[in-house]
């Protein structure tokens, strides 16, 4: 089995919460095998008192990349964490993916500019796991940040790449939607026009355009924008939860029958926004990327980061950027092809 | 006082939620005067048997537009009831405003047809009041869907109008922010770049970028986008609002404990999210008309479309739409005064 290379020093909790994290994965998959950048001492003595030094190769440094500096640094620090792991998953034949909670900029950069597009992607894309009304089903959002400005092909790709990720989690046939404002065949802007059509052409498992009103309804498995727009449903997403909550508690302080009530129902309400949380925040894969790539939520804590190596693991060992290759290979129109339907 | 117009056969719910909305705010503010739009005998006899029958003078069609036409049929249905509107609105010095629960783009696009836009204004736009975490204060998103392929001037006069409006909601100084990907300057895409440049020259009390998840934080009155980005984010918080509503409901039901503090605490969750849901739907302006128009939510009850009659009138006696033709005016950069600047 391939290693995962962990960046221990990024993210706002790290490392401790970073090495708790990979501490929780080692013990739930025993096949597990690392590559743990971060300091030396530090990272041996944990791994070893937990019982799985073996399964772990270090790479010491202390330096890294903060969220303040411009990404580009990622060339500059070459002995920063996500330097150092960009170069070994590129150069390691042993390696086949990177999880870090540290800057998405300099992950996202250090990975294009170090490993490199899968052969076919025009633009590689982060794309996170969204929970739905039922718990455990998931829906993802291609693209949420990576390209604010895209033409109609990059959001094809996006859904290419989507549904060959999903696949990966075990959905036999994504179902694939376009996020737009309305879901009649002719809604939208220019940029979804040209996306409409290419997605009707392709062999996926199209069902048409969406609104985000039904984003978490479970009724879809990729959804697909340019990345501004998922940027923009990620947020609004967060901030409605936020406004939610607030108002809960501002309506459950409010007389003794409430606050009775309140005290009643306070772990299953604990519990619930845990349950969103987590799933929300567990991890976002970078996808396109010739190995997988996995940034993690800056704030992750032990646990979230776990399940971000969990789901780094499952892309990598369901081959899923070979399978991203063929699906971009088999869906592109060739200049020829394209006369002969003519 | 100038009259209201009213389309009393637009939405789900018309024509009754329509005319109970009416008599609602008919009673709460003696001075309104309208113009009914719908079937004579039933407003008549309605509107007398309420005691206001002599302040309502009614136009009878028993025509309407349904969300499945094309928005287009404004203008072949003469005797429907929103080309009647729009067609009354332009030619009558005594009518002000229009209120309509029916086809979101019958409406708008009778409204630039037949009224036409404030001098100076390049494209008006769909604008909703949403809630925030401080209940009763609001903020508002221009535009939500009115256009989804925008040019740089085209945020920059609906950060002009939404200014306006707000002042016409009692807010002095709105605070308005333009929706980004991240809070920084240059952050964004080529749109928003354009945007934000024009912004910050402007007279307006332009805040800078914001991120989605503090749209509901409180700490904006008027935030800019183009129409496909603000469709999104209108739905998304929608959509978000669901999801916690259904998780929710989910784990109430689980475990005797729960479910008593569930029935302690189900008068006030209902509340909060009837509020929630009132402040959001309440109506959207259709700003840059030349006289006010309100459309409101397609799923309105009495009570909503209440508050939107209530809005138009807001709108309508603080001259909203003669203080946006001044500020469009103020902000406007004449090629003479671009020269003098060089």
Chains 1, 2 share one sequence.
Do not use: W
């Amino acid at each position: 089995m391939k290693k995962i290379i962990i960046d221990i020093l990024g993210g706002d909790n790290a490392p401790h919460a970073i090495l708790d994290g990979v501490v929780m994965a080692a013990k739930k998959d025993k096949q597990l095998q690392f590559l743990l950048i971060g300091d030396e001492t530090q990272i041996k003595e944990r791994a070893t008192k937990e019982g799985f030094v073996d399964r772990v190769e270090i790479i010491h440094t202390t330096e890294s990349i903060s969220n303040n500096e411009p990404p580009t640094n990622v060339r500059v620090k070459t002995n920063s964490s996500i330097a150092l792991a960009v170069e070994n998953l590129r150069k390691r034949e042993d390696c086949g993916a990177f999880v870090s909670a540290g800057s998405t900029g300099a992950v996202l950069a250090g990975s294009v500019l170090r490993v490199g597009r899968i052969p076919g992607v025009s633009r590689p894309a982060l794309c996170p796991l969204f929970p739905t009304k039922t718990p455990g089903k998931n829906v993802i959002v291609v693209d949420v940040g990576a390209n604010v400005d895209c033409r109609p092909e990059h959001l094809f790709h996006f859904a290419i790449m989507g549904s060959e990720y999903m696949k990966s989690m075990g959905i036999p046939n994504p179902r694939v939607a376009l996020v737009n404002v309305g879901v009649e065949d002719k809604k939208g802007n220019e940029l979804t026009a040209g996306a409409f059509q290419l997605l009707k052409q392709s062999d996926l498992n199209f069902v048409g355009n969406m609104e985000a009103r039904d984003a978490f309804s479970g009724d879809y498995d990729v959804l697909v924008c340019d990345g501004f727009v998922g940027n923009v449903l990620l947020k609004t997403a967060e901030g409605a939860m936020k406004l939610v909550g607030a108002r809960l508690k501002g309506a459950l302080k409010s007389g003794p029958i409430s606050i009775l009530g309140a005290l009643l129902v306070k772990g299953k309400l604990k519990k619930m926004s845990a349950e969103l949380g987590e799933e929300a925040a567990g991890g976002a894969i970078f996808i396109g990327a010739k190995k997988t790539v996995v940034k993690a939520h800056g704030s992750s804590e032990a646990h979230a980061f776990a399940n971000a190596i969990h789901l780094a693991n499952r892309a990598m060992q369901s081959d899923m950027t070979e399978n991203i290759e063929k699906a971009i290979a088999r869906n592109t129109i060739t200049e020829e092809e394209k006369k002969d339907g003519e």
